[in-house]
């Protein structure tokens, strides 16, 4: 999996690619999330448009990330689930946990709200 990121004022939005899966694809979103709460960042916005796969240990991630970011006072948000992600983040009944966005610029809005 990849990550990079981008700042749109001062939301951080990661663009995630590729499978979010035991081992490295969930290390590298905890490790990006780690660091960005690190530098002071709270508020963070993961877009999973390009991610293909997520399975129990990614779905372990997303959460932590949600945990550890609003532990530190800040905001995360999910932006572009595929229909897969969003299926399974329903029947585990976390969709109603997660601020979930289909529009980018909705989704910075939000983070003013």
Known sequence: MEASTRQFQ???VVDLMGQIKLGE???VLRDTVKDLLAKGHKKILL???????IDSGGIGELISAFTSTRNQGGELKLL????KIRD???I???YTVFDVRDD???ALAAFEG
């Open 88 to 90: 399974l983040l329903q």
């Open 25 to 27: 694809g969930s290390s």
């Open 47 to 53: 877009n999973l448009g390009e991610v293909t796969y």
């Open 92 to 94: 585990t009944k976390l």
């Open 104 to 106: 980018e610029a909705e």
């Open 10 to 12: 001062d939301v951080i």
């Open 80 to 83: 572009k689930l595929t229909k």
